[in-house]
T-cell receptor
Framework: GQNIDQPTEMTATEGAIVQINCTYQ??????LFWYQQHAGEAPTFLSY????GLEEKGRFSSFLSRSKGYSYLLLKELQMKDSASYLC???????????FGAGTILRVKS | DAMVIQNPRYQVTQFGKPVTLSCSQT?????MYWYQQKSSQAPKLLFH???????NEADTPDNFQSRRPNTSFCFLDIRSPGLGDAAMYLC????????????FGPGTRLTVL
């Protein structure tokens, strides 16, 4: 199975850069996804990585290293509205599904 | 706009009283998923449909059932809700592929009294 680990909580300052890490133990997967979830709302898709390297999307970037079993989400120029839970998820090789980590609650302070 | 719709957004039921949650989509996606998410926990996949093919997760209790009468609609039936079933229930869709993005509905918050 997949074991996905993320820090439980992080705090950062408005305007700063924050990196949210995700480590996983799995023998293989199709891709790694990042979702944002505001309290009481549904997860919304941010990015995904299939190959190793950095994928950039505006203020958000995601990095994957398959050999190290490691991904991170980088948020730049933090805004108060970025306060949310950030979920890392892997897509197993078999079955059309995602396995989620418990999420990292990010608190942005002014 | 194409979207995933869940009704109701908030549902209150009594212990043991059957309840049905609904999900519809205008994305024409092949796959529809039901997740259960409890506070501060990861969304947990209950089951999914690929077209009409039903795929149950091994640890999904028998108390949870699902129906997909057509491409657009999928229902989650909880036959005898217990206090431990209080959670947010999320419906999601995808076209069906290993690296395919899942799109989530707004969720239904279930309270069991």
């Amino acid at each position: 199975g997949q074991n996905i680990d993320q820090p439980t909580e992080m705090t950062a300052t408005e305007g700063a850069i924050v990196q949210i890490n995700c480590t996983y133990q799995t023998s293989g997967f199709n891709g790694l996804f990042w979702y944002q979830q505001h309290a009481g709302e549904a997860p919304t898709f941010l990015s995904y990585n299939v190959l190793d390297g950095l994928e950039e999307k505006g203020r958000f970037s995601s990095f994957l290293s398959r050999s190290k079993g490691y991904s991170y989400l980088l948020l730049k120029e933090l805004q108060m509205k970025d306060s949310a839970s950030y979920l890392c998820a892997v897509s197993p090789l078999y079955g059309n599904k995602l396995v989620f980590g418990a999420g990292t609650i990010l608190r942005v302070k002014s | 706009d194409a979207m995933v719709i869940q009704n109701p957004r908030y549902q209150v039921t009594q212990f043991g009283k059957p309840v049905t949650l609904s999900c519809s989509q205008t994305l024409n996606h092949n796959v529809m998923y039901w997740y259960q998410q409890k506070s501060s926990q990861a969304p947990k996949l209950l089951f999914h449909y690929y077209d009409k093919d039903f795929n149950n997760e091994a640890d999904t209790p028998d108390n949870f059932q699902s129906r997909r009468p057509n491409t657009s609609f999928c229902f989650l039936d909880i036959r005898s809700p217990g206090l431990g079933d209080a959670a947010m229930y999320l419906c999601a869709t995808s076209t069906g592929g290993g690296t395919d993005t899942q799109y989530f509905g707004p969720g239904t918050r279930l309270t069991v009294l």
